[in-house]
């Protein structure tokens, strides 16, 4: 074994690096990278992880992607999850530029629905979505329809006998970027919300890491809130206590809500709480995103392809 190891250190490092470029995902190459002192400096260096990152995140379980960068088809997700004929424009949504590339601009009465449902990729428990987001001024206006929520991107279709809450990403206009889950049949609803007010006309990025037992939401790179829901009375409210309420002992195996429509700029497919505003760069993983993926796309201000990690990691 010594000597295998000593014939493959005798390679020269841009043959090693171009060999380490194959390894995927990044946790298998963080082992590798144990393996050696030699192997270690060659990994951890920026120029290698810049160029094992050349194309940004890895797009490892990315199960939708939306750039907005073809004005004659604004639904295109560029994951190749989501097909064109799953996604359905509702009003007038328009692309402009933006500090990002381009990004999708919302006017109260416009949407994007893509419909999940039969897409295996989105039956899970365990996502994160991360978003750039920007609410104009007149967002601000109580509409007493909607009581004041606003949605960049949903999957809420909570009303009986459905089961579809499954996302709920936005804000209040009294209160804070926040994202909701549900759990049960008897609709247990479980809130994640940031201390701080959003204000107007100005870019937030928002990431939320959901599973079956924790929520976390991220805004601007910091990790503001999170909700553990291992056990019933921790939600936040009850919306169908008239069919079940349970107890610890039961509660672990009551099931989160499952998506059937994603919805940009809506919080679902009745066009509930709109977005009056921009969006940017919205992405869904089936899988957390990591803390260090997470910050880099807020520090360098960047989207999900231009990202360098490397950088990130080494400070600049």
């Known amino acids: 074994m010594t000597d295998q190891l000593l014939s493959i250190n005798d390679l020269p490092i841009e043959l090693l690096s171009t060999i380490f470029q194959f390894i995927r995902p990044l946790e298998t190459l963080l082992t590798v990278s144990c393996t050696c002192r030699h192997w270690r400096q060659i990994i951890n260096s920026k120029w290698f992880l810049n160029k094992y990152s050349k194309s940004g995140i890895s797009r490892e379980q990315l199960i939708g992607w939306w750039k907005f960068e073809n004005v004659n088809n604004i639904g295109f997700d560029s994951s190749g999850v989501v097909g064109n004929r799953y996604a359905t424009l509702i009003g007038r949504p328009t692309i402009e530029d933006c500090f990002l590339g381009k990004c999708a601009v919302f006017d109260g009465r416009s949407s994007i629905h893509c419909r999940v449902n039969d897409k295996s990729e989105y039956q899970t428990d365990v996502y994160s979505v991360s978003i750039w987001f920007w609410a104009d001024l007149s967002a601000w206006s ?96 009850v919306r169908a206590p008239d069919r079940q309420f349970w107890d610890d002992s039961q509660w672990h195996m009551q099931k989160m809500h499952l998506p059937n429509v994603l919805c940009l700029g809506s919080k679902n497919n009745q066009d509930h709480n709109p977005w009056l505003g921009k969006i940017a760069d919205v992405s869904v993983w089936r899988r957390w995103l990591k803390p260090f993926e997470i910050r880099a796309l807020h520090q360098q201000q960047t989207s999900i392809d231009r990202v360098k990690l490397g950088s990130f990691v080494h400070g600049e």
């Open 142 to 237: 109580r509409d007493q329809q909607e009581s004041g929520w606003r949605t960049a991107i949903g999957s809420w279709n909570d009303w009986y006998p459905n089961n579809h809450a499954w996302l709920h990403l936005g804000f209040h206009v009294d209160m804070n970027i926040s994202n909701q889950v549900m759990i049960s049949a008897a609709q247990y609803v479980f809130k994640c919300q940031d201390s701080q007010k959003i204000e107007p006309c100005r870019w937030y990025h928002v990431v939320v890491r959901v599973n079956r037992n924790r929520q976390e939401l991220w805004v601007n790179g910091q990790q503001v809130s999170n909700v553990d829901m291992t056990r019933a009375d921790l939600r936040h409210e």
